[in-house]
């Protein structure tokens, strides 16, 4: 008698299935604390391994591809491109998230003495240091004294701005450089590999992270937040399908396939609201989608600098709803003064813990906001900060895309080639 080989469960059903028993587990144990003790150990190690393989990974991507772009020339073109591009999406964002919370209002008529307030001294501190740096400062700290020290601390300003220039380095090289090149692509695609390996491990992170976000803070603790979790979540999706949608449409792509695509990517950076967990792997799919080493290498890791299109739509909501809250009307004036200040301060913070309180804090108190108001929403920032995550990488994996048209640089036989294996491979899982 012939028996039926069971089809594998793909990583996004498993990833879906860690998300559901978490919050089922969260929430039958909401309260214990002994939940928090066993699983956060659990999902720590997930994202440490995670982030572990990020620097390696932008280092040598960086160097292979600048090594690979050509003359300096070349390269500016491709920087001031994509910086370009970034500051008008992110424009873009900001006023989306003015708007919506204009139009929705989420924080009118809330009583303060009904919210819980959670510490936020760890932000504080943090905006402390950054704000004791001068605007000149911060651009002298771009230049690393010592890679690996920034290497260590996760300053990807630092590294992005050592990997071209040793990139560069190696490509005016010549054949010389040749050597340097086959090692860092070796070194390259066992760290992809290697991406593969800890990828298994994700439904298990997963479940621990989700676990005990919700055993922690309980359903019921969203209480009157829920108006501004639900007006984010909505202008999230609207903003992605409306605004991307329509970019993705000139890329020569359809919102459905990108989704179909990235499926795997978007739950899991939902799931732990992290986008450096997918960022191996969207470069590896990217590549495979057409776009050049070098315009992935580039714009990719660049972008989780300076494109974080949903950290921006949020810390602008965010704002309003705590004026809001304080009834304190602002104007239009005052509001684009919020814009302008938003644009400076979210550029370059991608490697600071909790970047969009940090950034909402070097805020507020510029357009008469009270900053303390952020701690009536620090309980359910991770809820929120899963949502706009998703928005971040979608952002930062559709400018590659962008940016390779823009430079006449995207295959488009092998992006539809891609795309139809990758509609095959579900036909076939779900048959």
């Known amino acids: 008698m012939a028996t039926t080989k069971r089809k594998p469960i793909?990583?996004?059903?498993?990833?879906?299935?860690?998300?559901?028993?978490?919050?089922?587990?969260?929430?039958?144990?909401?309260?214990?604390?002994?939940?928090?003790?066993?699983?956060?150990?659990?999902?720590?190690?997930?994202?440490?391994?995670?982030?572990?393989?990020?620097?390696?990974?932008?280092?040598?991507?960086?160097?292979?591809?600048v090594s690979s772009v050509g003359s300096p020339k070349s390269l500016g073109r491709?920087?001031?491109?994509?910086l370009g591009y970034f500051t008008i999406v992110t424009m873009i964002a900001i006023f989306t998230g003015l708007f919506a919370a204009n139009l929705v209002e989420p924080g009118a008529g809330i009583n303060m003495a009904t919210l819980d307030k959670t510490d936020i001294s760890t932000y504080v501190e943090t905006e402390e240091t950054t704000q004791d740096q001068g605007l000149v400062e911060k651009v002298v700290n771009i230049v690393p004294t010592n890679i690996l020290d920034a290497m260590v601390r996760g300053d990807m300003l630092a590294i992005i701005f050592?990997?071209?220039?040793?990139?560069?380095?190696?490509?005016?090289?010549?054949?010389?450089?040749?050597?340097?090149?086959?090692?860092?692509?070796?070194?390259?695609?066992?760290?992809f590999n290697l991406v593969n390996i800890v990828m298994k491990f994700a439904?298990?992170?997963?479940?621990?992270?989700?676990?005990?976000?919700?055993?922690?803070?309980?359903?019921?603790?969203?209480?009157?937040?829920?108006?501004?979790?639900?007006?984010?979540?909505?202008t999230a999706l609207l903003f992605m399908v409306i605004v991307f949608g329509s970019i993705m449409k000139w890329v020569g792509i359809r919102v459905s396939d990108f989704v179909r695509v990235f499926k795997d990517e978007l739950l899991l950076t939902y799931s732990t609201a992290s986008s450096?967990?997918?960022?191996?792997?969207?470069?590896?799919?990217?590549?495979?989608?057409?776009?050049?080493?070098?315009?992935?290498?580039?714009?990719?890791?660049?972008?989780?600098?300076?494109?974080?299109?949903g950290s921006a739509l949020y810390q602008a909501m965010a704002a309003l709803f705590i004026a809001q809250m304080y009834d304190i009307n602002l104007s239009i004036g005052t509001q684009l003064t919020l814009v302008f200040v938003l644009m400076l301060t979210s550029k370059g913070m991608a490697a600071v813990p909790g970047v969009s309180f940090v950034v909402l804090l070097a805020t507020l108190g510029t357009v008469g906001i009270p900053p303390e108001g952020l701690a009536f929403i620090a309980g359910i920032?991770?809820?929120?900060?899963?949502?706009?995550s998703v928005v971040n990488v979608t952002g930062n994996t559709l400018a590659s895309l962008v940016i390779a048209k823009w430079e006449g640089v995207l295959d488009s036989d092998q992006l539809d080639a891609f795309m139809s294996t990758e509609g095959k491979k579900d036909q076939i899982k779900s048959a």
């Open 276 to 309: 450096e967990t997918v960022l191996p792997r969207v470069m590896e799919k990217l590549e495979k989608m057409g776009v050049p080493k070098s315009i992935v290498s580039f714009v990719v890791p660049t972008g989780y600098s300076f494109n974080l299109d």
């Open 78 to 82: 491709l920087g001031v491109k994509t």
């Open 10 to 65: 793909g990583l996004a059903w498993q990833i879906l299935i860690g998300l559901i028993l978490g919050i089922t587990v969260g929430g039958v144990f909401y309260g214990n604390p002994h939940v928090a003790e066993w699983l956060k150990p659990i999902g720590d190690i997930f994202i440490r391994m995670m982030k572990m393989i990020v620097v390696p990974i932008v280092f040598t991507t960086i160097v292979l591809g």
């Open 203 to 234: 439904p298990i992170g997963v479940f621990a992270l989700i676990g005990v976000t919700v055993s922690t803070f309980g359903i019921e603790s969203l209480g009157s937040l829920f108006k501004l979790i639900g007006t984010l979540y909505v």
């Open 381 to 388: 920032d991770r809820i929120m900060d899963m949502m706009r």
């Open 162 to 191: 050592f990997s071209v220039l040793f990139g560069l380095g190696v490509g005016f090289a010549g054949e010389k450089g040749l050597p340097v090149v086959r090692f860092f692509e070796g070194v390259a695609a066992a760290m």
